[in-house]
């Protein structure tokens, strides 16, 4: 115990080995040869001696016995408790918050033609692994221009096409097909993408609705004439009923003239412009998750000062379908929602 200054000693055993060995010559406290076996036989608990300055050199007269005084100088001795006292407890620091992660978020697809199940693949490239893709209809020839489909997947169910290639592309994921399994709306960071087609004139829809928590942001998609039909961001329980689609839709102007130039170029370029309709849809869709994720976040998480730009355009405050129509992807027209003619639009105050 040398080495961390610190030395059992004993006051009595201490004084006879100093007289004895030393005599009448000057005492020296510091340390001394035998001071250990002393200790251990003195018969008393051994003490622990703190180092400090050496103290003074003592003369002792002939026939006294030099005494330690009541408080020595220099070294002092220091009972050594038998049971250590409890150490405080380490102070945690402040909570380390980290941003949102893609795995985080849960996307529920609706309808996969081939511009949806584009859309499932960059998110699944992105780190979205939680995908619940469902569309029992076949593959057809018009699916393929997303590029996800193989011409070996024609007739086959399009969710059972669409989990095998996304298994592949990712081990990790684990596509499922099921609404019922889809979570709710408490669940931050849940999206639902609906792609449709343009109901026929006689009206009704052409789809089935699962029964799906109200509060689900929905992104809609809708397929009108060769053109997409991005209705504005809305909760599940507003979404756009196919009379609503129809009387929006036919705001739109005329396409191209059938066999001139730009119906050419457009039946060239409709992949081209799936492809990159799928890049634009699926950051629209991580913004729409992003915004619910950051939402639950503690007050003071580094929230962005400024809020997601919305990428539906506003006239007068109110919300505007785009409508995006080959050959170019930058290119969209602004269309007024037309909601005055079925009672669903009562909820849109």
Do not use: K
Not at 6 to 15: I, K, M, N, R, T
Not at 177 to 205: D, I, K, Q, W
Not at 218 to 227: F, I, K, P, R
Not at 299 to 327: H, I, Q, Y
Request: a positive charge; aromatic letters at 4%; proline letters at 15%.
């Amino acid at each position: 115990m040398r080495g961390h200054g610190l030395a059992p000693a004993c006051g009595a055993a201490h004084d006879d080995l100093g007289l004895r060995r030393y005599g009448h010559g000057v005492i020296e406290h510091a340390r001394a040869a035998g001071r250990e076996p002393a200790a251990r036989a003195c018969g008393r608990p051994p003490t622990w001696t703190v180092d400090g300055p050496r103290p003074s050199a003592r003369r002792v007269r002939p026939g006294r016995r030099w005494r330690q005084p009541a408080r020595p100088s220099g070294r002092y001795a220091v009972p050594l408790p038998a049971v250590p006292g409890p150490r405080p407890a380490p102070q945690p620091g402040p909570p380390r918050l980290e941003p949102p992660r893609p795995e985080e978020v849960h996307v529920l697809l609706l309808g996969l033609d081939g511009l949806a199940a584009a859309l499932a693949v960059l998110l699944l490239r992105c780190g979205v692994l939680g995908l619940n893709v469902n569309d029992g209809s076949p593959v057809t020839a018009a699916d393929l221009d997303g590029g996800v489909y193989r011409p070996a997947d024609l007739g086959r169910p399009r969710d059972e096409a669409l989990r095998r290639r996304l298994r592949a592309l990712d081990p990790r994921c684990v596509p499922v097909s099921g609404p019922e399994l889809f979570p709710g709306a408490l669940l931050p960071g849940t999206v639902v993408v609906r792609s449709t087609r343009h109901p026929p004139a006689g009206g009704g829809a052409v789809w089935t609705e699962p029964a799906l928590d109200p509060h689900h942001p929905l992104v809609s998609l809708h397929h009108a004439d060769g053109a997409l039909l991005r209705w504005p961001t809305v909760p599940w329980a507003q979404r756009p009923c196919p009379d609503c689609l129809r009387a929006t839709v036919r705001a739109r102007e005329p396409g191209p003239v059938p066999g001139g130039l730009g119906a050419v170029l457009t039946a060239w370029a409709r992949p081209a412009h799936a492809e990159a309709l799928a890049g634009g849809l699926a950051v629209e869709v991580l913004a729409v998750a992003l915004d619910g994720l950051w939402g639950d976040a503690p007050p003071g998480a580094g929230v962005p000062a400024e809020p997601w730009r919305t990428p539906e355009g506003t006239s007068g405050g109110r919300p505007l379908a785009r409508l995006l129509a080959p050959p170019w992807p930058g290119e969209e027209a602004l269309l007024e929602l037309d909601r005055s003619l079925c009672l669903c639009g009562l909820c849109q105050a």
